[in-house]
């Protein structure tokens, strides 16, 4: 399992387009929004191609200025506690 975490910044006055078509994406969750037109997200996947080609997606919407990841971690086991 791959589990990132992004900030997304949307274009201004699209907000809430951008959070119908982060909505759409299997793996991606909005955590925090602001009234400035950011979004804190997480995406979780199955393998690494698949988390990078959601980051690289979201990146790419019409309505995304600027999309960053901040955070990636794989997990090889993830039902197995610490």
Known sequence: ???SSAIVHARPGYLPDVQAALATLAG????AVSAEGILIVTIETD???SNSATYQ???Q???VMSAAMVYHQTESEPNKEI
Do not use: Y
Not at 28 to 31: C, I, L, W
């Open 61 to 63: 919407l019409d309505c």
């Open 57 to 59: 997606h979201i990146g």
């Open 47 to 49: 393998d690494e191609g």
């Open 1 to 3: 399992m791959n589990i």
């Open 28 to 31: 991606v969750e909005v955590h």
